[in-house]
């Protein structure tokens, strides 16, 4: 046991103010889009018959690129819940930066419905602390490295928690021994309450910090097949490439007709120099995280390749919601935010708990195990 208690002791101590940070800033993130609702920051489209035809896909992008010709598209995407607009993504080259402009257009009449900022404001600043403590790719690695911390935290409080438990009625709080003593039963009743949720959190958060290095390796080893017929060949130009309808017309018609999510063009992250990507999601709450991909060559608008999703990305894909409680509506976006809170208190109990047995100058007695 002693093992397990150095374990829980300084996995604990090195990731706590790291955790408490991201609990405290993930909370705001669970109602992201309530608060840009009352802030004013969500761009919201008109009323519309629900059979209210689309205009073209490249009248959208002519839209767009009209508010910023000195840039190109990027990427064009959708919301899970509301195909009524899109969201287009404009950059000075295709490579990834934070210099970039969005475009919201209305998808069924081509008409700019607002140009929000997303490298800006309170909701910007709790993203960037909780995601990569505005350090990127280190940042988020480094806190990668302090999940992992806190799930062999997790791992070992569990541990220790069954043996002391034995002398207790499960969630008893002893109320009328010291402080300590009752802040001690509080962090391990509340530990358990959370553990399940914290453990995946904790797991999700983890996959998540992995992102781009999964979306590298995705692009560099899964995709390379797909260039053997273009050595040689440079990027394929804005001007060059087959019209967007009928590309995505062709990779619809290749993925059985989901629903579009995501568009990546030549050259970005998400495709390759001569390949636009399409992106298909389900209908179902489940479905609508898990992609089906089309690579479609941007010069002739033809598919050629329907590439099955690796288990990886398929893992970062269904963590992304998990993690934020993303998936159920705002009853479960409340049970994330009280289970939040009361991990938060966790943390701080097990801080203060480290901080009054620190300034004991004798061992823990059998009654007061250590936390």
């Known amino acids: ?26 909370l705001p993130l669970i109602f992201h889009h309530e608060i840009g609702h009352l802030l004013g920051t969500e761009v919201e489209s008109p009323q519309m018959p629900a059979d209210t035809p689309r205009v073209s896909l490249d009248k959208i992008v002519e839209v767009a690129r009209a508010q910023h010709p000195d840039r190109i598209v990027q990427y064009m995407s959708q919301e899970p819940d509301d195909d009524s607009k899109w969201f287009v993504t404009l950059t000075p080259t295709p490579e990834p930066t934070n210099d970039f402009k969005s475009v919201v257009v209305d ?22 602390l909780h995601v ?49 003593l009752k802040w001690l039963d509080l962090h391990n009743l509340l530990g358990i309450v959370t553990l399940a949720w914290l453990f995946v959190v904790a797991a999700t958060g983890v996959i998540n910090t992995w992102a781009e290095l999964l979306v590298y390796y995705w ?24 019209s967007l309808q009928q590309t995505v017309e062709a990779a619809t018609a290749a993925t059985d007709g989901q629903k579009i999510s995501f568009i990546a063009f030549p050259g970005t992250a998400f495709s390759t120099p001569h390949h636009v990507t399409v992106l298909f999601s389900g209908d179902t709450p489940l479905t609508a995280r898990l992609l089906n991909v089309a690579m479609v060559d941007a010069l ?25 409680g993303d998936y159920a509506g705002m009853p479960m976006q409340i049970i994330w935010a009280l289970l ?32």
């Open 1 to 26: 046991m002693r093992l397990w208690a150095w374990l829980h002791k300084w996995s604990s101590l090195v990731c706590t103010l790291f955790m408490l940070l991201l609990c405290l800033t993930g």
């Open 107 to 128: 998808a069924r009449s081509g008409e700019i419905l607002g140009q929000p900022t997303y490298n800006s404001g309170f909701m910007w600043v709790m993203l960037k």
């Open 132 to 180: 990569d403590l505005f350090a990127g790719l280190p940042g988020k690695l480094f806190l990668g490295l302090m999940g992992i911390l806190l799930l062999i935290s997790i791992v070992s409080g569990v541990v220790l928690y069954a043996p002391f438990m034995r002398r207790l009625r499960f969630g008893e709080v002893r109320r009328d021994r010291s402080p300590r």
């Open 219 to 242: 692009q560099q080893e899964e995709l390379q097949h797909l260039l053997a017929a273009y050595q040689g060949q440079p990027l394929v130009a804005e001007s060059m490439r087959a």
């Open 300 to 324: 002739s608008g033809e598919v050629t390749d329907t590439p099955q999703m690796p288990w990886y990305l398929t893992a970062l894909l269904i963590s992304q919601p998990l993690h934020f």
């Open 340 to 371: 939040d809170i009361a991990s938060i208190v966790v943390l701080c109990s097990g801080l203060y708990l480290w901080l009054k047995r620190s300034r004991r100058t004798s061992n823990a007695s059998p009654e007061e195990p250590e936390a």
